[in-house]
């Protein structure tokens, strides 16, 4: 299947390595002109160089901690000056600190809503001027199977991914009549850094081996096995091709039936 993505301008957050990594190679391996943001600057430098080693695509790295306005304008700025224009946005960023709801201070809400929900609303509102100039684009907000059943001991993560679904829906209507798309898409247990650093903290919550949880985990799963990054890096390509013309205001699970719930 082409996904006519050839030369689509493409802005990737979260993209240093994990699930933003995987979405950025699947879009350069399909010909989008990528636009990747980390925080760390030798980590997004040397993503952007593996993408184009790997794919013979094109991404360029920006260094920016994306809970921060005046990073996300850079970035954007960056984008513009070397692509001139954008078509598609990947919306993510690193999770949160675990806890529970009363073992975070006002200061740990604050920055959780930065990070996660105003993180999208600042870079939507930068890239769909020149999406409606384009004639239309895709906008995909990577968000977390704890949207739809929230998991212990991730508060921060369960109510402001919440928020940001509700957010995605609101745009989805909002941007539709300027040919833009707006999807959420939910990992369930992907094998990244991000997860076994997750699976060692509970592991010592509950007393027993990240091996025994990790089994117990896989158990739980009906595909039997953890998701590769790959398999969430396609997924996130197709929902921001022209093959998923008719797919906006979806929440799509990525998730191996995990998540048990009908909706």
């Not at 301008?9 to 002109?33: C, F, H, P, W």
């Not at 076994?196 to 903290?201: K, N, S, V």
């Amino acid at each position: 299947m082409d996904l006519r993505l050839r030369d689509k301008v493409a802005m990737v957050g979260g993209a240093s390595k994990g699930l933003g990594y995987a979405v950025a190679r699947a879009l350069a391996a399909e010909g989008a002109l990528v636009s990747i943001a980390a925080r760390d600057a030798d980590a997004v430098r040397r993503a952007a160089e593996v993408i184009q080693r790997e794919t013979g695509g094109r991404a360029i790295a920006v260094a920016a901690d994306l809970s921060r306005a005046d990073a996300i304008e850079q970035w954007h700025g960056a984008t513009i000056k070397e692509y001139g224009g954008v078509d598609l946005l990947f919306a993510n960023t690193g999770g949160p600190p675990a806890g529970t709801v009363l073992g975070f201070d006002d200061n740990a809400w604050q920055a959780a809503f930065d990070l996660l929900l105003m993180s999208v609303v600042r870079t939507v509102r930068l890239v769909v001027p020149s999406m409606r100039t384009r004639g239309g684009g895709a906008i995909l907000i990577g968000t977390s199977s704890t949207v739809k059943e929230p998991v212990p001991a991730l508060a921060l993560s369960n109510v402001m991914r919440s928020g940001v679904t509700s957010l995605a829906k609101t745009l989805s209507v909002e941007l539709a009549p300027d040919k833009i798309r707006v999807n959420t898409l939910l990992p369930g247990r992907i094998a990244t850094d991000r997860l076994r650093q997750l699976d060692e903290m509970n592991a010592k919550r509950t007393g027993v081996t990240p091996e025994e949880l990790s089994r117990r985990s896989v158990a739980a799963i009906p595909a039997g096995r953890f998701g590769a990054p790959e398999e969430f890096g396609k997924a996130g390509a197709f929902l921001l091709s022209e093959a998923a013309s008719y797919v906006t205001g979806a929440s799509i699970q990525v998730d191996g039936g995990l998540i048990k719930g009908l909706l």
